[in-house]
């Protein structure tokens, strides 16, 4: 359900590269981080592509997502090795060429001064689209960048984690997004036609209904998410009074 | 990189429908599953999109995945409440009338006729597609279907793993994708020039590079994947060789 709040506010989409993720190989960790970092600065993720480590299809999604949504972010593939295209890839999207980028160089031979081990391939990691501006990595030092709305930055969720919290006032947010959540053992199917009708006096509100089973027991967690916190403690109450009427015995929760 | 053999192969897009996922308060389990379960089929995971439960959002994915992949499948968005309604958008996507399906009534009656549960909210989850074929669901009953090349799954992780591994030879698959990985510490800057000339020798085999950091040592998983065994353990060798060369002890694995 799209809200009136979430209207207003700056949207993102996340582009996660790498077959690695595509394969099963690698469960992706940065999706939930960065959708729970952008919520808590008042940014709507709006979707999330994965696609593989090919030309075409990063260019293609870049630019649909660049164009749609107020920020996008990008995981993987600015790494050293072939697979690692990302950056030249940004750089046709934009339709601007690829540049050493003068100072991801010199932090890259402050970095790799002692070992000796700059070389060619470890050099692409300086490699930005004319006209970027360097993300920092205080993890491993070879930079993200962004150009335009679109934020490049690595696959490793520790240097992603440390790239993205470190954008600071880069990223303009809007009021965050809270929640709150009912917690009962009352299947969802009772409680549809009641908590629908919750949903309809409460547009500004975002309420979802997410079954698990455990040890046979049905646990029914209704979350309501929206920007206002009076409005979201009234909607609460509402769905903790239909799980009552219900027979159930709600638990509500911030967060 | 694409791949001689992965042009051969079917090809597919998973969708994820939900707003728990792209809020972060849900971290998805079914992209690994379904890539590693495709993948031993052999069919090549290609995409992966995750959007809003908004209709428009849905009806637009569906339709672009649809057109472009052999299979598309998707998950989320077909229990009782307000917020399921990803029937409804395939059948928009597809130009068809949703309708009541007869066997899906059937077997939601079956399962409810003891508690006397079956409401209005539950008898939507017999709601398809007009011509769609059902996916059964021997975990909680209310079916999954699918309609020409899209297959329509339950969010609710083991729900969905029922519904895909039940699908049999309904899915036509090709060569299995196999894979080797040869881990070591050698980092992969150092191994990068020597690891780009094995992929231009083996444009059969994707070969990826996946660093990882553990208490401040250095892993390096490379991982190559195929159809052919014979040529997967001569470009494992080679990238053995290769470590071997660059004073590291390479560990091969099959997968």
Redesign the interface.
Known sequence: ??TESSAQAPTAALL?I???????????AN??????YL?GIGV???????????EA?IVAAVNALRARYTYLFTTGGI?????DITSECIAKAFGVPLIQHPEARRRLEAHYADSG?L????L??ANTPKGAVLIDNPV?TAPGFQIGNVFVMAG?P?IMQAMLTGLGDRLAGGPP?L?RTVVCAV???????G??AV?AEFPDV????????RLGQISTSL?L?GTDPVRLDAAAERVAALVTDLGGTPEIAAG
């Open positions: 359900m799209s996660i790498g077959n690695e993720i595509l394969s099963g190989r690698t469960q992706d999706l939930i981080f960065i959708a729970k919520g709507r993720l709006r979707e999330v592509r994965v696609v593989p480590d090919d299809e790494g050293p090795t072939h697979d081990l070389n060619e391939a470890r692409r990691m491993s490793v520790s997004v929640s299947p969802e199917g009772t409680l549809a036609a908590l629908g949903q975002d309420i979802g209904s997410y079954p698990a089973f979350v998410r």
